[in-house]
């Protein structure tokens, strides 16, 4: 991707961005330094923003001279709580907290954005808004902003987003129109048996045995209960139970997970998750509860507006990837209005810049931060906010 002379001239200042915002990583919802120094950057350019939103959040704005469509960007602002493993002179001050998903990235650019828009006044025809979003990582930011009617009262009509990804080879842009990223649930089963003792096992109604046959089963859902056209995965991470060797276990735990991309599939295989406790509950005669927590929705992107995107671009840094089963909650935004949700990739094997996400050595060349920017700008114009 070529970056125009006035994104080069920012690189310096973003670099200087993400390494301040990369030494203070917060949690969800306690992005408090955070917001603090987007807050002070952003009046540094004089920019309009209101700050606090759903407790962390900044929401900044720019009127265009005609104010006919109002189009939105939005970052992530939290971390993880991940021990950076990485030797540079920006390390994170908070043990244990780590950017180890590139949201100090995410938020730069669109600190960088504003400053370009800020030189640029003149030129902008209709509304920009810069959502800085905390929670993405878990419990989730979009949905409370979306409920407390932030996207109504600036009357957005279409929206982006991006993610670093180390998958895509630096300066390259993935991007797929329709569903690019995985619902996601999660899932609880309490077995709940008899205990007794381990040498005589018909005493007592084992929960692991139980268990057992809980897995076998489920794990035929998506083989045998769901068009193999439609991708699926289910997985359970987490088994554990009963007192000691010798005991029948009275109580075992499995916690799952759930992904797919259409949400006729998604609740299918929660019926069907049900459908195998009942029949449990009846051979064993024991007490099976299961537990759902829907999560984010699938990332679909706009058909049109992804079109519109990789026009916007250089065709040879375009991607058209296939679906994958991470989850964003982007998409709770994209339910209200269209939008598109796309990846920068960062991958530098020379560099070493090689890591997966959430890894304690994640870590990017900052040019790659000039390529988000020059991005947003070039949707801006192919969509005719900027002349």
Do not use: W
């Amino acid at each position: 991707m070529q970056l125009q002379l006035e994104i080069e001239a920012l690189l310096d200042e973003v670099a200087n961005i993400r390494r301040e915002l990369h030494q203070i990583p917060e949690i969800a919802f306690e992005e408090v330094k955070t917001m603090a120094f987007i807050e002070s950057y952003l009046s540094s350019l004089e920019v309009r923003f209101e700050k606090n939103i759903v407790g962390t959040g900044v929401i900044a704005y720019f009127t265009g001279k005609e104010g006919n469509n109002t189009i939105a960007f939005r970052a992530d602002m939290d971390a993880l709580s991940v021990d950076e493993k990485n030797d540079v002179g920006f390390k994170s001050t908070h043990p244990g907290v780590m950017h180890a998903c590139g949201h100090d990235g995410h938020m730069s650019m669109l600190l960088g954005l504003a400053k370009y828009l800020s030189t640029r006044l003149e030129a902008l025809k209709d509304n920009v808004v810069l959502i800085f979003q905390p929670a993405e990582e878990g419990p989730g930011g979009a949905l409370p902003m979306i409920e407390e009617g932030y996207l109504k009262k600036y009357d957005v009509k279409e929206i982006y987003g991006i993610h670093l990804f180390p998958q895509i080879e630096e300066g390259k842009i993935g991007v797929r129109p329709g569903p690019m990223m995985s619902q996601t649930g999660e899932f609880d089963i309490i077995i709940r048996g008899k205990s007794g003792h381990g040498a005589m096992p018909h005493t007592g109604i084992d929960s692991v045995v139980i268990a057992a046959e809980m897995i076998t089963g489920l794990q035929t859902i998506a083989s045998r209960s769901i068009n193999p056209i439609d991708p699926v995965v289910l997985t359970m991470g987490r088994l554990y139970g009963g007192e000691r060797r010798n005991v029948i276990a009275k109580e075992v735990v499995l916690e799952g997970t759930i992904r797919s991309f259409k949400q006729e599939v998604f609740d299918s295989i929660k019926a069907r998750i049900n459908d195998y406790r009942e029949g449990l509950e009846k051979i064993h005669k024991c007490s099976i509860e299961v537990i759902f927590r829907d999560m984010y929705p699938a990332v679909t992107n706009d058909e049109f507006l992804t079109a519109e995107f990789i026009k916007s671009n250089d065709a040879d840094s375009i991607i058209i990837l296939e679906p994958v089963m991470l989850a964003e909650d982007f998409s709770y935004f994209q339910k209200e209005v269209p939008g598109v949700f796309f990846f920068l990739g960062c991958r530098n094997d020379a560099e070493n810049y090689c890591y997966p996400l959430h890894s304690d050595k994640f870590n990017f060349n900052e040019r790659t931060l000039g390529y988000g920017i020059q991005a947003y700008v070039n949707i801006l114009k192919q969509r005719g906010v900027i002349e």
